[in-house]
């Protein structure tokens, strides 16, 4: 049974280009959450996305965006790169109907912005 | 609003004796608490959570953690440290009555644990 998968593992950008981050769930999830994870920080929330649409936004701005596909999977795009956009993205999923709603991550990929 | 606290960054442990990675919460509601675990250029792994019921809960690797509803605390224990237990350590809290459906976690804790 695979666990959630993330890609790229790394990326390096310039300021001011563009990203998409892609995710799978874990078999049997339906929903996907985005976290951004700075260095010496913990994970925040960026959004959530259930049944291909965003459920639930945390404080990131209009450069942050997403998308949910049929098959549950997601990507995360954001437009006009900041250095301080670098950090790990983590997503997470998770099966709505589960009375806890426990998350399970992926590995995380580490953007770089120059 | 939702909050965690985790005070200590960084807890030290010999390997053998009992280790303790503190977090105290605020939610306005019956809060639902989860620890997980970081290693090096790794995603978060789950540990335990507490949903409802029994305040002790227990998770993987030997760990266990505490609800104190009235210290609203939620602290990770483990009876006997591994070296292999050193790690970051993360406390995590989700309002369920609040409507919301995000995570908020704490700044994380470093465990290092002591041959």
């Known amino acids: 049974d695979a666990g959630v998968t993330q890609s790229p593992t790394h990326l390096i950008k310039t300021r001011g280009q563009q990203v998409t981050l892609r995710c799978s769930p874990k078999s049997g999830h339906d929903t996907v959450s985005w976290y951004q994870q700075a260095l010496g920080q913990g994970p925040q929330f960026i959004f959530q996305?259930?049944?291909?649409?965003?459920?639930q936004r945390g404080n990131f701005p209009d450069r942050f965006s997403g998308h949910q596909f049929p098959n549950y999977s997601s990507e995360l795009n954001v437009n006009a790169l900041l250095l301080g956009d670098s950090a790990l993205y983590l997503c997470?999923?998770?099966?709505?109907?589960?009375?806890?709603?426990?998350?399970?991550f992926g590995p995380g990929t580490r953007l770089t912005v120059t | 609003a939702q909050s965690v606290a985790q005070p200590e960054d960084q807890v030290n442990v010999a390997e053998g004796n009992p280790l303790t990675v503190k977090c105290t919460y605020s939610?306005?509601?019956?809060?639902?608490l989860f620890w997980y675990v970081q290693y090096p250029n790794r995603g978060l792994q789950f540990l335990l959570k507490y949903i409802t019921g029994d305040n002790l809960v227990k998770g993987s690797y030997g760990f266990e953690a505490e609800f104190n509803k009235s210290q609203t605390s939620f602290h990770l224990k483990k009876p006997s440290a591994l070296v292999s237990d050193s790690a970051l350590y993360f406390c995590a809290v989700r309002d369920p009555t609040s409507g919301t459906y995000k995570y908020i976690f704490g700044t994380g804790t470093r465990l290092k644990v002591l041959a």
């Open positions: 997470a999923s998770s099966f709505q109907a589960g009375p806890s709603y426990e998350q399970y």
């Open positions: 939610v306005s509601g019956n809060p639902y």
């Open positions: 996305y259930y049944e291909e649409e965003e459920r």
